[in-house]
């Protein structure tokens, strides 16, 4: 249509731009690394719970069989079990408040 110049003449690349896009990707870069899911497997304090849980477990099922077999042995049956039962629990809890007292492990 016209042969005319246009009246602005575009401007050339700024070396301020491309240093400010260059930050830009750098900042980005960071920000995905630091916000992706880091997952490396069992924390130290699900480990301190499971152990807790199965100290728990352990001793109560430890003094039932062995409340359980001294009652069957002595013929005290009911008493044997029940004796065994708060041994069982007794040990359960001092074995969680010794492991609560260990400072972590720095997993």
């Known amino acids: 249509m016209s042969d ?4 602005r003449q575009p401007i050339g690349e700024d070396a301020r731009i491309d240093a400010l896009e260059e930050r830009l990707k750098t900042a ?3 920000e995905e690394k630091r916000n992706a899911p880091q997952v490396r497997g069992v924390g130290s304090s699900d480990k301190a719970g499971s152990r807790a849980l199965t100290d728990l477990i352990g001793g ?20 044997g079990l029940l004796v065994g039962l708060f041994l069982g629990i007794v040990v359960a809890f001092r074995n969680i408040i010794r492991a609560s007292k260990q400072p972590p492990s720095g997993d």
């Open 4 to 7: 005319e110049k246009p009246a």
């Open 28 to 30: 980005r870069e960071r």
């Open 60 to 79: 109560l099922v430890g003094g039932v069989v062995v409340g359980w077999t001294v009652g069957w042995l002595f013929d005290v049956n009911p008493w």
